[in-house]
């Protein structure tokens, strides 16, 4: 009475109770359920057609467009493995993960063709490059290969089986930043990418009456396993190429947007821009990739969105845990609700559960100050690096998922970030947060973005500096900003420099690249990091 767990089998059933339902949303296409099966199963068939068999992989470089919405499903149904990349990425990165990942055939956005034509004919395993036509931008004629609706109709009308021969096969690999070395491939497979989508239907109450936006990649984990939980729910999805305010409020009016996921960067991005309103219905936004921000998550509730925060990373599929709300913290002062709101939370439904752990793997005391490092497993953590056994059993020593990151359980139960391992600051023997420090600056009216990190100290070994970004029209003093945190802090948690910047190096997913910043201050000197 057992059948194979597989999101395939999401499609298929919404397919057969949703036929004449809107699925897909991008800008003058939109496609019924009943479409994209259609279009879903005449891409299996044009990848089987064109060599692709079991176990291949199929890289895809596109923005959040529905060409790669199909290829969640259409790749797994050939019986394929699909390895949506990073679009910031340069030429050589995305050389690295077509040939680590051994990719047999690789479908790019035209828009994209300046990262691919240095790549023509150096890619060591794919023998084809699809090109999907983008509106603004003409294919390059260095890149070749063959056009998207050329290729898809290769396919035909052949059934395919709606679930895969074994559920813990894998169904995509997604390459880490690899802002520490050569980035990892993290292999997911069919059981855990159904279960994940489980939970974020849950989590982010998802029903047919659904209406998303893409503003989260859908390179990113998958898109946290959203494009599979979407079609679950039987919801309409809609496609955005790029994240901007101002176009997001334009679709959350006229398309009647109900969710959405981002990083703390697109939440600012809805919260300061000049369309942004008053919500007349209920507006789901589901934020992680950093502890958001109290105060941006105090100015989207006032314009009347509903924010659920998780945590997880690359390695668990995306989100693993959320900050399950409780009955009374509504009736808390803003700041305050948003200060819980702001922690990491306890494990989604579909998983294990979080431990915070010393060094010997004991769980540390739930009394919200002693540090200890976030491990996982279970379902939605990782089959392992691609490749890679050694970085595989490193991760999962002593039977967890080794997070890298350090966090505190409050006694409540709930776990909260406190900061990645290298990023912790020793200064004078007293740990000092950094997330700490960038809360409380965050606090600042003044302030729009901030990153703190250690620097070199003669005395103290380390001390923390601050980089902030001012909101437009406000400039605010060092004096200023340290004096805040020594009024919110114990003041030797305070930063002893404020730098003043334009903006913070981020990744494509929203994440401050806090090394680029520490390295600029230690350069010619050695740091000593825990972990």
């Known amino acids: ?188 497979t069919h059981r855990g990418a159904y279960l994940n989508a489980l939970g974020e239907i849950v989590h982010s109450r998802h029903t047919p009456d659904s209406v998303y936006l893409w503003t989260l990649p859908m390179f990113h984990c998958n898109g946290w396993c959203t494009p599979w939980a979407l079609v679950a729910a039987g919801g309409t999805q809609v496609c955005l190429r790029a994240v901007d305010g101002e176009r997001i409020w334009e679709l959350v009016d006229s398309e009647g947007v109900t969710h959405l996921n981002g990083a703390p960067p697109v939440l600012r991005a809805i919260a300061d821009a000049s369309r942004a309103h008053r919500l007349d219905r209920p507006l789901v936004i589901t934020t992680a990739a950093a502890p958001p921000s109290p105060t941006t998550m105090a100015r989207l509730e006032e314009l009347g969105a509903r924010i659920v925060h998780v945590y997880g990373l690359t390695e668990t599929y995306g989100p693993y845990a959320v900050c399950e709300p409780q009955p009374g913290w509504e009736g808390l002062p803003a700041a305050d609700r948003a200060r819980m709101l702001a922690r990491q939370g306890v494990g989604m439904l579909q998983t294990d559960g979080l431990r915070v752990v010393d060094e010997e793997m004991n769980d540390v005391p739930a009394d919200g100050a002693t540090l200890g490092e976030i491990v996982m497993r279970g379902n939605n953590v990782m089959a392992g690096y691609l490749d890679d056994e050694a970085a595989t059993a490193h991760a999962f020593r002593g039977g967890w998922f080794h997070s890298g990151d350090l966090g505190v359980r409050h006694p409540d139960g709930y776990v909260e970030l406190r900061d990645r391992a290298k990023d912790i600051i020793i200064s004078g023997g007293e740990n000092i947060s950094t997330v700490e420090v960038e809360s409380a600056i965050d606090a600042h009216p003044a302030v729009r973005e901030v990153a703190v990190v250690a620097v070199p100290d003669d005395r103290w070994g380390e001390r923390p500096k601050a980089f902030v970004v001012p909101r437009d029209g406000h400039a605010p003093t060092e004096a200023e900003i340290i004096a805040h945190v020594r009024d919110r802090l114990a003041h030797f948690k305070a930063p002893d420099r404020v730098e003043f910047v334009p903006e913070l190096p981020r990744t494509s997913t929203g994440k401050i690249q806090k090394f680029q910043l520490r390295e600029k201050e230690w350069a010619g000197r050695e740091r000593r990091i825990q972990g």
């Open 1 to 188: 009475m057992l059948s194979p767990l597989s999101p395939l089998a999401f499609l298929k059933r919404s397919a057969e109770v949703f036929p004449g339902k809107p699925a897909v949303v991008h800008g003058d296409r939109r496609w019924t359920y009943a479409d994209l099966a259609e279009r879903v199963t005449r891409l299996a068939g044009a990848l089987r057609a064109s060599g692709v068999g079991p176990g291949d992989r199929v890289a895809y470089l596109a923005p959040n467009i529905p060409e790669l919405l199909v290829a969640h499903f259409a790749v797994p149904l050939a019986g394929a493995v699909l390895v949506a990349i990073n679009t910031r990425l340069s030429p050589e990165e995305v050389r690295h993960i077509c040939d680590h990942s051994r990719a047999r055939l690789l479908v790019v956005d035209a828009g994209l063709h300046a990262t691919v034509a240095p790549l023509a004919g150096r890619l060591a395993t794919v023998t084809e490059i699809v090109t999907v036509a983008a509106p603004d931008a003409a294919p390059g004629p260095d890149v070749g290969g063959t056009d998207y609706e050329t290729f898809a109709a290769r396919g035909g009308d052949t059934a395919f089986p709606w679930e895969p021969a074994d559920e813990n096969a894998p169904i995509s690999v997604n390459y880490t930043s690899g802002t520490t070395g050569r980035p990892k491939g993290v292999v997911y």
